[in-house]
């Protein structure tokens, strides 16, 4: 049998630090296919499935029932689907978490994929293990993606979205008073300023939490024009220097991801870089948000983001829980039909909406 050619082999600087099991999936499945930041924009728009992340997806149980609803959007108009699962009624049962008129907690999903791949498949086996495992609604958001429809559409999408879940709770069977939010990479970054926008919202009831997956909360620093940090003084973030060659998600790729997401334009670029709709660690105050439940891979370019955001949170007297999953790369949450310490973020995570349902 002839031997898998590695478009992609861990890089030597990395190696040491790389968990032995993700570093053997990755080589598996990752290391051999070409990503989307490695062909025109033009090849991976063609066949953007070819593209789109999840390998090692875990268990996909079966729920009660799924129904997808077309939810209008703003600016521009247009529409955007909002898949929502509904738990078994044994799930509900053995749950407890139902009120006495038989309203359920939800929590609302915004997958991952740099604002420009991905989409209602990305967190499918996620979202169904939490609903069957809790007892709760998902709320599983498609908003659009760049660069068709650049920054700040999908943070729009997406508050649209929320503001469609509170709306429609009734017909939803949604408890009000037990909403959270969350989402990996990208869909960290939305959800963090949506919770920074929805307690700025006086007609929004307060989020129970904000859940942040390996979160992108700064985006000044990733740079425009194909360039290594490494060397360079002023970056504050160790990892997006220590990790330029991070696996699944190395400085190329985020710099792919934000050229599209936010544009090439060095001064239009700055200001959009500049304000908390793109970078949530600049908003003015981090007080009185929902608690936070912050999980970061231990080899990615984000990782210093993410606990410079649990920092800066509990900082303002924001409750918020920090947990590094040493050793890992940036998707490694999708990965958990193989991976230990994929099995441990499920848990982990499920555990956190509990604690956030029950308390």
């Not at 009120?99 to 359920?104: E, I, P, R």
């Not at 939305?190 to 919202?201: H, Q, T, Y």
């Not at 891979?297 to 993410?306: I, K, M, P, Q």
Request: glycine residues 8%; proline residues 8%.
């Amino acid at each position: 049998m002839a031997e898998t050619k590695l478009i992609n082999p861990l890089h030597p600087s990395v190696v040491d630090r790389m968990d032995p099991q993700f570093a053997e999936i990755y080589t598996k499945y990752q290391a051999p296919q070409t990503r989307a930041d490695q062909v025109t924009y033009e090849e991976y728009n063609s066949d953007r499935s070819k593209y789109t992340f999840s390998i090692a997806a875990g268990p996909s149980p079966e729920v009660g029932f799924i129904k997808i609803y077309q939810v209008p959007v703003p600016d521009p108009d247009g529409e955007i689907k909002v898949q929502v699962f509904h738990p078994t009624s044994e799930a509900i049962k053995q749950g407890g978490l139902a009120t006495s008129d038989g309203k359920l907690p939800a929590h609302v999903d915004y997958h991952g994929g740099g604002f420009v791949i991905g989409g209602l498949n990305s967190d499918e086996s996620w979202c169904r293990q939490a609903c069957q495992t809790l007892g709760c609604i998902i709320v599983n958001v498609d908003y659009r993606l760049s660069p068709e429809f650049p920054h700040p559409v999908p943070l729009t999408d997406s508050w649209a979205a929320l503001k469609w879940v509170f709306a429609n709770a009734s017909s939803l069977g949604i408890d009000t008073s037990r909403v959270s939010i969350g989402g990996l990479s990208a869909g960290g970054q939305i959800s963090a300023v949506l919770a920074l926008m929805a307690r700025d919202e006086p007609s929004m009831p307060k989020l129970v939490l904000q859940m942040l997956i390996v979160p992108a909360v700064d985006a000044r620093w990733v740079p425009i024009e194909d360039v290594s940090l490494k060397g360079l003084e002023g970056v504050p973030y160790k990892s997006l220097v220590e990790n330029e060659d991070a696996p699944c998600l190395p400085l190329n790729r985020l710099r792919w991801f934000y050229r599209l997401w936010l544009g090439v334009d060095p001064e239009e670029r700055k200001k959009k870089a500049e304000h908390f709709y793109a970078s949530p660690i600049l908003a003015k105050s981090h007080a009185n948000l929902a608690p936070a439940s912050i999980h970061v891979a231990g080899v990615d370019t984000l990782t210093s983001e993410g606990i410079a955001y649990h920092e800066v949170l509990t900082k303002a007297g924001t409750p918020s829980t920090l947990k590094v999953y040493e050793g890992c790369g940036h998707p490694f949450g999708h990965w958990d039909g193989e991976l230990e310490k994929a099995k441990e973020f499920v848990r982990d995570t499920i555990a956190a909406l509990k604690k956030a349902y029950t308390v």
